[in-house]
C-alpha cells in the first residue's frame, strides 16, 4: 500500500518540527549563550519584527533582482556557450580548457576585483552571479546535445535537415532534460552567488544584512535571514520544478 501523497507531503515538516523541538530545547538545558546559539522561539522573534518593521524587505528585493538578473544572463551565455561548443568540436578544443580554468578559480577570490572593475554595488554582485551559473548551463548542454540517439541523428541527415532544424527539432529537445536539470542546479548556485556577492561588494541585500548583524553581534537577526535565505531557495527550486514538468509534459504531447 503506497503512502498518500498529503501524508507524504507532512513527513519534511515533521521533522523540521522535531529537529525545532529539540533545538529550543537543547538551548535551554544546557544555557548556552543566545550570541552563541539562539533559540528557535527567539529567531522567529526576530524574523517577524524585521519582517513587520519593514527592515527586510528591501534587502531581499535586492538580493532577488541581482539573483534573476546573474541567473538570466548566465544562464543564456552558458546555453548559447553549449550549443556553440557541441556544434563545434574546433571551438570545444580551444575554448573549453578557458572555461574550465574560469570556473575553478574561486568567485569570492574574484569579487574584490570585481568591485574595482564595476563598482561598489549591485553590478558586480550580478556578474558573480551570472559567472557561477554560467558552467552548468554550459556543461549540462554540451553533455545533452553530444548524446543524441546516433540512429535518429542518421535518420535526420537522411532527410536532407539542415544543421539549423536538426539542432531545433532533435538535440534540443532530445537533450531538455538534461538542460533543465542545469537549470535546477544554477537557480540554487544563483542565490549562493548573490549572497556571496554581497558579502563584499553591496551595501543592500541579504548578504549584506549577513555582514551587519555580524558587526552587532545580532546573532538572533543572522539566523533570521539565513532562514529568509532557505525559504527564497527552497520557493525558487520548487518553482523551478514546476516550470520543468511543465516544458517536458508540454514536449512529450506534442506531435
Given at each position: 500500500?503506497?503512502?498518500?501523497?498529503?501524508r507524504?507531503?507532512?513527513?519534511?515538516w515533521?521533522?523540521f518540527?522535531?529537529?525545532f523541538v529539540?533545538?529550543?530545547w537543547?538551548?535551554?538545558?544546557?544555557?548556552?549563550?543566545?550570541?552563541?546559539?539562539?533559540?528557535p522561539s527567539a529567531v522567529m522573534?526576530?524574523?517577524?519584527?524585521?519582517?513587520s518593521?519593514?527592515?527586510?524587505w528591501?534587502?531581499v528585493?535586492?538580493?532577488l533582482?541581482?539573483?534573476?538578473?546573474?541567473?538570466?544572463?548566465g544562464?543564456?551565455?552558458?546555453?548559447?556557450?553549449?550549443?556553440?561548443l557541441a556544434?563545434s568540436?574546433?571551438l570545444?578544443?580551444?575554448?573549453r580548457?578557458?572555461?574550465?580554468?574560469?570556473?575553478?578559480?574561486p568567485?569570492?577570490a574574484?569579487?574584490p576585483?570585481f568591485?574595482?572593475?564595476?563598482?561598489?554595488?549591485?553590478?558586480s554582485t550580478?556578474?558573480?552571479?551570472?559567472l557561477?551559473?554560467?558552467?552548468?548551463?554550459?556543461?549540462?548542454?554540451?553533455?545533452?546535445?553530444?548524446?543524441v540517439?546516433?540512429q535518429?541523428?542518421?535518420?535526420?541527415?537522411m532527410l536532407?535537415?539542415?544543421?539549423?532544424?536538426?539542432?531545433?527539432?532533435?538535440?534540443v529537445?532530445a537533450?531538455?532534460?538534461g538542460?533543465?536539470?542545469?537549470?535546477?542546479?544554477?537557480?540554487v548556485?544563483?542565490?549562493?552567488?548573490?549572497?556571496?556577492g554581497?558579502?563584499?561588494?553591496?551595501?543592500?541585500?541579504?548578504g549584506?544584512?549577513?555582514?551587519?548583524?555580524?558587526g552587532?553581534?545580532?546573532?538572533?537577526?543572522?539566523?533570521a535571514?539565513?532562514?529568509v535565505?532557505?525559504?527564497?531557495?527552497?520557493?525558487?527550486?520548487?518553482?523551478?520544478?514546476?516550470?520543468?514538468?511543465?516544458?517536458l509534459?508540454?514536449?512529450?504531447?506534442?506531435?
Amino acid at each position: 500500500m503506497t503512502t498518500p501523497s498529503w501524508r507524504a507531503s507532512l513527513v519534511p515538516w515533521a521533522v523540521f518540527l522535531i529537529l525545532f523541538v529539540v533545538w529550543e530545547w537543547a538551548v535551554a538545558w544546557s544555557g548556552i549563550s543566545a550570541l552563541v546559539l539562539p533559540a528557535p522561539s527567539a529567531v522567529m522573534k526576530s524574523l517577524w519584527a524585521a519582517m513587520s518593521s519593514g527592515y527586510l524587505w528591501p534587502h531581499v528585493r535586492a538580493t532577488l533582482l541581482e539573483l534573476l538578473l546573474g541567473l538570466a544572463g548566465g544562464g543564456a551565455m552558458g546555453l548559447a556557450m553549449g550549443i556553440v561548443l557541441a556544434e563545434s568540436p574546433l571551438l570545444e578544443r580551444l575554448l573549453r580548457p578557458c572555461v574550465v580554468v574560469s570556473q575553478v578559480v574561486p568567485k569570492l577570490a574574484l569579487a574584490p576585483l570585481f568591485v574595482m572593475w564595476f563598482g561598489f554595488g549591485m553590478t558586480s554582485t550580478v556578474v558573480i552571479t551570472a559567472l557561477i551559473c554560467f558552467f552548468p548551463l554550459m556543461e549540462n548542454t554540451l553533455t545533452g546535445l553530444r548524446q543524441v540517439d546516433a540512429q535518429r541523428l542518421q535518420l535526420f541527415r537522411m532527410l536532407g535537415a539542415t544543421r539549423w532544424q536538426t539542432l531545433r527539432r532533435l538535440k534540443v529537445p532530445a537533450a531538455l532534460p538534461g538542460i533543465l536539470a542545469g537549470l535546477r542546479v544554477a537557480v540554487v548556485l544563483a542565490l549562493v552567488g548573490a549572497v556571496v556577492g554581497e558579502f563584499i561588494g553591496a551595501s543592500q541585500g541579504l548578504g549584506a544584512v549577513i555582514i551587519a548583524t555580524q558587526g552587532m553581534m545580532d546573532t538572533a537577526l543572522m539566523f533570521a535571514v539565513l532562514t529568509v535565505i532557505a525559504v527564497i531557495g527552497l520557493l525558487l527550486y520548487q518553482i523551478t520544478l514546476a516550470i520543468e514538468k511543465w516544458l517536458l509534459r508540454s514536449y512529450t504531447d506534442s506531435p
